[in-house]
């Protein structure tokens, strides 16, 4: 995506220090985007954010949807996201807008996993 700097996946929003895949308690897994606001705008984040991922689904803390924001801008700007998301209130959306806690970067395994799963199958043809 243009304009994203990096991305990093994680832990974040719990009490517990440096939770693990193995260990995590009360930390949800999440990623950390780092993005140009020069370039692409924390709007444009939440809508391929909510095209790629369906919260209608009550989760776990591990696993639950979740939006880690910097800024009252920030909040308002999920805030608007989330209500889009359940416009016409046919569906329950599930999606804690919490600031952002400490973060801590998760296993080595889990960064750009998609681009690793992917090298690592073989060819069709």
């Given amino acids: 995506m243009g304009g994203v700097v ?10 517990q220090e440096n939770p693990t895949y193995q260990n995590i ?3 949800t897994e999440a990623f950390l985007v780092e993005f140009d606001p020069s370039i692409i705008s924390y709007e444009e984040i939440l809508d391929e954010w909510s095209d ?12 639950r949807s979740a939006i880690f924001y ?4 920030q909040r308002n700007a999920a805030l608007k996201k989330v209500e889009e998301l359940g416009k016409g209130g046919e569906r329950k ?16 395994y889990h960064q750009d996993f998609l681009e690793k799963q992917m090298s690592a199958r073989a060819p069709m043809f």
């Fill in 52 to 63: 790629q991922h369906a919260p209608y689904y009550p989760s776990k803390c591990q696993y």
């Fill in 6 to 15: 990096n991305v990093v996946v994680g832990y974040t929003g719990g009490k």
């Fill in 25 to 27: 308690m009360d930390a």
């Fill in 70 to 73: 910097c800024s009252e801008e």
């Fill in 93 to 108: 959306v599930y999606v804690d807008l919490e600031p952002v806690s400490t973060f801590y970067r998760g296993e080595e």
